[in-house]
């Protein structure tokens, strides 16, 4: 068993990608490098503008800025390989990479699910709890908020990648997709991956149930403090202060679900494969528009810094 471990680690990987349309590679090539750009660019923006604007140093921005930091990494594990596959003849990826890869998308994936339940306890003592809400959430226990999330991501992430490195591979060594996935890994496995489907199921159900009844029980205090609400004004800000978050919430969640919903049939690849574009390219994009279109006080630092740069060169 260990030989043949010996030599699943020097083994190279062939990612199939969107082989099976060979007329798309360019036209999609160009779509995701734009999404791509978008994303780089909306992600970075975002956590220089944070950081810049004094107004926008409270505990919702400084884990907005976590956020955009994840996004921009996670987008940036796994589009540059499916940009290169779309245009170069090889699509190769070794076995250390291959594992890396996973490793760091499983843990920007469990890290981002547990900032925005983070996110969610956040929005729940701005609501519910306004007059302390500077004392309640302190720089400190922001701080360790955040670290405990980027840990945990990292130890669930570990616990899983150790699973699939007692895998062998010994016969195809196809992956049915863009990048090194779980699903498709298992099922380019020769051996048992009774333990490794069995560990992956228990941390991802225990990662999904807690960060969503975190959120539903923050949400439920959240709703029944704006109905007790009198005037319309506070109403509305409330609701606004809620809005861009739900919204991430329920696209990242919402495309989550539905991937690992459908069964690792032969049938179901383009489908895996579609879900994980979602939330691999264009959540990662969608996340710092949503943020900054809902937002007065990103809006004011974007008008600000655009109208500066325009007037600091002479005509």
Not at 171 to 176: F, M
């Amino acid at each position: 068993m260990m030989d043949m471990r010996n030599q699943s680690a020097g083994i190279t990987f062939i990612l199939s990608g969107f082989s099976e349309y060979p007329q798309l590679q360019v036209p999609l090539f160009l779509v995701f490098l734009a999404v791509y750009t978008v994303s780089v660019v909306g992600n970075l923006g975002m956590i220089v503008i944070i950081r810049i604007n004094p107004k926008l140093h409270t505990p919702m921005y400084f884990f907005l800025r976590h956020l955009s930091f994840l996004d921009f990494c996670y987008s940036s594990v796994t589009t540059p390989k499916l940009l290169e596959i779309l245009v170069a003849d090889t699509r190769t990826i070794s076995y250390v990479g291959c594992m890396m890869q996973f490793f760091l998308g499983c843990t920007l994936v469990i890290t981002e699910t547990f900032m925005l339940a983070v996110m969610a306890y956040d929005r729940f003592v701005a609501v519910c709890n306004p007059l302390l809400y500077t004392v309640a959430m302190s720089p400190k226990l922001c701080s360790l908020l955040v670290a405990g999330t980027y840990t945990w991501g990292g130890l669930c992430s570990l616990t899983i990648t150790c699973s699939l490195l007692k895998l062998t591979f010994c016969g195809s060594n196809v992956l049915h997709h863009f990048g090194c996935e779980y699903s498709a890994i298992i099922s380019a496995a020769c051996s048992d991956s009774y333990f490794s489907k069995m560990t992956c199921f228990i941390i991802a159900t225990l990662n999904e149930v807690c960060s969503l009844l975190i959120i539903l029980a923050s949400y439920i205090f959240i709703i029944v403090t704006i109905i007790k609400l009198p005037s319309a004004g506070g109403l509305q800000k409330a609701f606004s202060t809620c809005a861009s978050h739900l919204t991430a919430i329920t696209i990242f969640h919402g495309v989550m679900l539905l991937l690992y919903c459908v069964p690792n049939s032969g049938s179901s690849w383009l489908f895996i494969k579609v879900a994980t574009v979602l939330y691999t390219v264009v959540i990662p994009m969608l996340n710092p528009l949503i943020y900054s279109l809902r937002n007065n006080d990103v809006k004011e630092t974007i008008r600000k810094l655009v109208n500066t740069k325009m007037f600091s060169h002479p005509m």
